[in-house]
């Protein structure tokens, strides 16, 4: 029965041995790029480890992990160059934002205060600096580099030609469709890049039929279509792509994180070394997750403003229609037609810019000066009943815009 459905059982202590003992050590893009964010004593012990496999014979990446390894690889020195500009942004506020904030405070010295935290700050500026200055200009010269390409000399795959991913993408398309992992959640990317994975699954397994070896895959990323996970813990890598491996190359397929990967390698490393990799690694996820968030924070919010926006100007076209017949004097009329070239031109800019608030602040000013000139017209003009009624409401309308009723009632509708 076990070996029926051995994708959905655990490795007992003496699998894991022989798994390691074996298996082929694979790493993704991210583990290498973290050798960027890595403190010099963690990166100098993750190389020793490395060294060790490779003298084994158990070292090897993909032919994609070292392309994205490549076109990320500056993006991820750049943003740790740019942080020490961004931390001294965040002192230099720091120091003017309580006396400008508080400078009239009945019962606080703010001047005195401001001092202190002015000389405390220029501490904490003085030491970014130092550390801005001492940062390794990888850019110029870099070591890390050279020590992964010489790691993985000669244990790297091959590309794939185009008629070959031209293929994938083809049964990507199939794939994400039906929610196949490895990593379907990226089929919500715009570009082929929501390939990229694939085609680093699709080599890792011919690599695996071409030795005969288990894989043993070293990634940072634990997100749902890597990891079978109850209650936010993972179990175990999913089925689904244990039992891929197992049908096609007739092999085992198991994940470890960087921190695991490393405790398991060596023993004697140091829980402060462990800790730091795993720190990296949840900073990292928490970013990508804080992105995600925005991401559809920013769908949400342009969904409201859609519909906001669209109730709008569908209540401006109906009183814009009607303003047209009223029966009022020249001097108003002018005054009207200006008011509804300004808001048109306004309501132009909107939709040019995807609904730009302040914009739309704008517009709402100006639909309330639509209705001031009808209060007045309505205060010094004799109109006759029909004019009366129609003026009443149109400001009606003008009010509607601000009542969520009416714009629900509108989206039901639509």
Not at 8 to 24: I, M, P, S, V
Not at 47 to 69: C, G, H, M, S, T
Not at 133 to 151: F, G, R, T, Y
Not at 326 to 354: G, P, V, W
Request: with cysteine.
């Amino acid at each position: 029965m076990k070996n029926r459905f051995r994708e959905y059982h655990q490795f007992t202590k003496t699998e894991f041995e022989a798994l390691w003992k074996n298996c082929l050590f694979v790493f993704d893009t991210n583990t290498l790029l973290n050798m960027y964010r890595y403190s010099r004593e963690t990166v100098d012990i993750y190389f020793d480890v490395l060294k060790k496999l490779k003298n084994q014979k158990q070292l090897w990446i993909p032919y994609q992990v070292w392309y994205e390894f490549y076109e990320n690889r500056v993006s991820v020195i750049s943003e740790n160059e740019k942080s020490y500009d961004k931390i001294l942004e965040i002192l230099e506020n720091a120091k003017c934002e309580i006396k400008n904030n508080f400078k009239d405070h009945p019962f606080l010295d703010i001047e005195e205060i401001s001092n202190k935290i002015k000389t405390w700050l220029q501490k904490a500026e003085n030491e970014v600096k130092k550390g801005k200055k001492l940062h390794p200009k990888w850019l110029e010269h870099d070591d890390v580099l050279q020590s992964i390409n010489d790691m993985f000399d000669k244990n790297i795959g091959e590309s794939y030609g185009e008629d070959r991913l031209m293929q994938i993408i083809k049964e990507g398309e199939k794939r994400y469709a039906n929610n196949i992992p490895p990593w379907y959640k990226d089929k919500k990317k715009n570009d082929d890049k929501k390939y990229w994975d694939l085609i680093l699954w699709y080599q890792i397994i011919d690599k695996a039929k071409k030795i005969k070896k288990p894989i043993v895959f070293i990634s940072w990323d634990v997100k749902e279509d890597w990891w079978l996970q109850k209650d936010g813990k993972r179990i175990m890598p999913l089925p689904q792509l244990k039992k891929e491996m197992y049908e096609k190359a007739n092999v085992d397929f198991h994940i470890y994180t960087p921190e695991r990967f490393l405790e398991l390698s060596d023993s004697k490393i140091t829980k402060n070394t462990i800790t730091e990799i795993r720190k990296i690694r949840e900073i990292e996820e928490r970013k990508i997750r804080e992105i995600e968030e925005r991401k559809i924070q920013n769908k949400f919010e342009y969904f409201n403003n859609y519909w906001e926006y669209k109730f709008t100007f569908h209540i401006f076209e109906e009183i814009e229609n009607e303003l047209y017949n009223l029966d009022i004097s020249s001097k108003y009329t002018k005054e009207l037609e200006s008011l509804l070239k300004r808001l048109n031109m306004i309501k132009s800019k909107l939709k040019m810019s995807r609904f730009h608030e302040n914009y739309y602040k704008i517009f709402q000013k100006e639909i309330k000066s639509l209705k001031y000139i009808l209060d007045t017209i309505l205060e010094t003009e004799e109109l006759n009943p029909e004019s009366v009624l129609k003026i009443s409401y149109l400001q009606s309308k003008i009010d509607n815009i601000d009542n969520k009723y009416y714009l629900y009632k509108f989206w039901m509708n639509d």
